[in-house]
């Protein structure tokens, strides 16, 4: 079943004037529940455009074409006001970026609150799921530590529990593991798919990284402002799951 679809998808920055881009020219998608799916395309080809349009921090064009439609859990999305889309998206999304973007003055525990509160989750019940999630991604024993203590795979799996905390049906990455070496990108990558197998979540994972991508279950390739039709996909090379060690305990049965 759909948990997000696009159709008619535009956006052109500086409309109008000499520097205009056509970042998006028309994209049609459809992200089933559950799926993991990697964006992937050469730099400017709109990878990061279109994440920020199903993920509802930018709006697609109005004008230029047929009109867009953008559905989230069978609603329609795209003449929601501002203070409904960050509704939902505090409560029904989770957001990953390359840089992180942990507040530097809060501790992990409190970065991770921070989307608690967001949600409307307070109290004793955000405490304890912002534990959890702290021990989801391993960090159980780093909850009181400020970003700058903090290696860059603890950062950046600080910014999944963030994402992870309120338990989104839908976590969209941005060069999730794009600062990371290939041993944290694989700690990463395997928390992912943890919570996808655990939770059905749904992740939308947009990456140049060619392992990344071949972990997911379908690639969606994009170049200037489209996305490549199906025909013209390479097939891609299947790398199955396989939880490490201690992975392969936490996810137990469901994941091998
Ligand atoms: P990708 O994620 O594939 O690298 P982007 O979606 O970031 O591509 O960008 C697509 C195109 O839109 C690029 O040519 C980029 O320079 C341009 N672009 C992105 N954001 C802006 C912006 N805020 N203002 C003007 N141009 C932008």
Redesign the pocket.
């Known amino acids: 079943m759909a948990l997000l679809e696009g159709r008619n998808l535009r956006?052109t920055?500086?409309r109008g004037k000499r520097?205009h881009?056509d970042?998006?020219r028309g994209v049609d998608v459809t992200i089933d529940e559950g799926e993991m799916v990697a964006i992937t395309?050469?730099?400017?080809?709109?990878?990061?455009?279109?994440?920020?349009i199903l993920g509802l921090l930018h709006a697609p064009d109005p004008n230029g074409g047929p009109a867009p439609e953008l559905r989230f859990e069978g609603r329609d999305l795209v003449d929601l006001g501002d203070a409904e889309r960050t509704r939902i998206r505090a409560k029904s999304m989770g957001f990953v970026f390359q840089e992180f973007n942990l507040v530097p003055i809060l501790t992990a525990f409190e970065n991770v609150l921070l989307a608690c509160d967001y949600a409307g989750i307070k109290g004793a019940r955000a405490n304890e799921a912002a534990t959890a999630a702290l021990q989801l991604v391993g960090l159980g024993d780093r909850m009181g530590h400020r970003p700058a203590e903090m290696s860059g795979g603890e950062q950046q799996r600080v910014a999944l529990a963030r994402a992870l905390v309120n338990s989104p049906h839908l976590v969209l990455a941005?060069e999730p593991t794009g600062n990371l070496d290939s041993e944290n990108s694989k700690d990463i990558l395997a928390t992912l798919r943890r919570s996808n197998i655990e939770h059905g979540q749904t992740f939308v994972i947009?990456t140049h990284d060619g392992e990344v991508a071949a972990a997911c279950d379908r690639t969606i390739r994009?170049r200037d402002?489209v996305v490549q039709p199906a025909s013209q996909d390479r097939p891609i090379e299947r790398v199955p799951f396989a939880p490490r060690p201690v992975e392969r305990e936490l996810v137990g049965a469901a994941g091998t």
């Open positions: 956006k920055y500086n520097n881009v970042a998006l395309g050469p730099s400017g080809s709109g990878k990061s455009t279109l994440m920020h941005d947009v994009m402002g």
